[in-house]
Nanobody, 127 residues
Framework: QVQLEESGGGLVQAGGSLRLSCAAS????????MGWFRQAPGKEREFVAAISRSGLNTYYGNSVKGRFTISRDAKNTVFLQMNSLKPDDTAVYYCAVATSFRSSYLAVTSRNEYDYWGQGTQVTVSS
């Protein structure tokens, strides 16, 4: 099992920035890809960003391209730097990890490819 704990959420004004972190523990040797998703009230959980095991491959959802940056360190902590935040970015943000071989070299975007999920952290952007 892998446990994930997100931090860094909060309330910010439009145009501001936040940095989310997600620390993994447990069977971290099994982790390959890592990613972030978000879910706003009444909406489906949507893909935000993903990063391969090496960190060389990243991919972003269309709504966050150019504003958000995903990264990870050698201790299997994944980060999401969020700049130029908009009210539409308000959601609960979830980190997730994938253990498949495919995710070791690709930034996987499908929810179905992720094996473990964090509890989520609230991000609220005021206008």
């Amino acid at each position: 099992q892998v446990q994930l704990e997100e931090s860094g959420g909060g309330l910010v004004q439009a145009g501001g920035s936040l940095r989310l972190s997600c620390a993994a523990s447990g069977r971290t040797f099994s982790i390959n890809g890592m990613g972030w998703f978000r879910q706003a009230p009444g909406k489906e959980r949507e893909f935000v960003a993903a990063i391969s095991r090496s960190g060389l491959n990243t991919y972003y959802g269309n709504s966050v391209k150019g504003r958000f940056t995903i990264s990870r360190d050698a201790k299997n902590t994944v980060f999401l730097q969020m700049n130029s935040l908009k009210p539409d970015d308000t959601a609960v943000y979830y980190c997730a990890v994938a253990t498949s071989f495919r995710s070791s070299y690709l930034a996987v975007t499908s929810r179905n490819e992720y094996d473990y999920w964090g509890q989520g952290t609230q991000v609220t952007v005021s206008s």
